[in-house]
């Protein structure tokens, strides 16, 4: 699926609870004056003082990232959350589901999240705060919590295997698969780890995010892929037979940041072909 195309703040979606106190005054505002803070599920929460009026944008960086930085055109997923600071509404909230895929323009960010996160390295996490517009009238300010997360595996790399093919990622991620002529692929479903990650595990009714890329075994070329920078990672949930039943049950205990290399069989694939799949695990969301 595409990438999301349209501008951030004109695609959150009102959902409930509220955080803070509205405002009721026109007293002059800073963001110097917000806290925040994180709940027990995981997502931030907004203090802020009651009567403040944002009249421009503001963003700080809460913690800077390790990572790559963001340059302009960069794919990108980030994690968001959102409030009214007039209403205490809450508008969006990523961390209950899976973080959106952007690309690094500000015609897909908007311009204020755009300058507050390019530069950026992977890891950051931005505080912005923007006055009402016509994308959230009747909201008053909106506080923007944007977490930058990696949209590759990260982790530690793990000796090849000598019956796989070969393995090397681009700029992105991306795999470059060589096949070894020499080699027969496994005849029964292998799945290894090529790069270790840290993150929570993959379990039956997990929500992930995955990059991936299928080749055929017979052709050897890719059959489809998620890493062209235009292309959205593939959120989907485990056990309920939304991908083939080898794939998904090798994915069963990889941990976020991982990435792993599948062989297929036909019969635990669509029963024509052999697939060799590479799949990078950028989120786990487990229900519990």
Same mark, same amino acid.
């Given at each position: 699926?595409?990438?999301? &195309? ?6 959150? =979606? ?9 405002? /009721? ?9 917000? =806290? %925040? ?28 990232? /390790? ?24 508008? &969006? ?28 390295? %992977? ?21 923007? =919590? &944007? ?12 000796? &090849? ?16 698969? /060589?096949?070894?002529? @020499?080699?027969?692929?496994?005849? @029964? ?28 075994? /017979?052709?050897?070329? %890719? ?5 062209? =920078? ?8 485990? $056990?309920? $037979? ?30 024509? @072909?052999?697939?060799?799949? %590479? ?10």
């Amino acid at each position: 699926m595409p990438r999301i &195309a349209a501008v951030l703040f004109a695609a959150l =979606v009102a959902l409930s609870g509220c955080a803070g106190t509205p405002g /009721t005054g026109p007293s002059e505002a800073s963001i110097a004056s917000i =806290v %925040v803070g994180h709940d027990a599920a995981g997502s931030p929460t907004i203090e802020y003082p009651a009567g403040g009026n944002f009249t421009q944008p503001e963003s700080r960086v809460e913690w800077a990232g /390790t990572g790559a930085p963001l340059a302009e055109g960069d794919p990108v997923l980030l994690d968001l959350y959102s409030v009214s600071l007039t209403t205490g509404a809450i508008l &969006a909230d990523t961390y209950l589901d899976l973080p959106q895929a952007y690309l690094v323009v500000p015609e897909l960010l908007g311009n204020d999240l755009y300058d507050a996160i390019v530069g950026q390295r %992977v890891g950051t996490r931005v505080l912005l705060v923007v006055p009402e517009s016509p994308t959230h009238a009747g909201e008053g300010a909106v506080a923007v =919590v &944007a977490d930058v997360l990696p949209e590759r595996a990260v982790g530690v790399t793990q000796p &090849a295997r000598e019956d796989l093919p070969i393995v090397i990622t681009g700029k992105y991620g991306e795999p470059n698969v /060589t096949f070894r002529d @020499d080699v027969d692929l496994p005849t @029964d479903l292998v799945a290894y780890t090529l790069i270790q990650g840290g993150g929570p595990q993959v379990k039956t009714g997990s929500h992930v995010l995955l990059n991936y890329q299928e080749i055929s075994a /017979t052709t050897r070329q %890719v059959v489809q892929s998620t890493w062209p =920078v235009e292309i959205a990672p593939w959120g989907v949930t485990i $056990g309920q $037979g939304e991908m083939p039943a080898g794939l998904e049950q090798s994915l069963i205990d990889v941990n976020q940041g991982s990435q792993v290399i599948v062989i297929v069989p036909p019969a635990l694939a669509y029963g024509d @072909d052999t697939l060799i799949f %590479v799949v990078d695990v950028l989120a786990v969301r487990n229900p519990d």
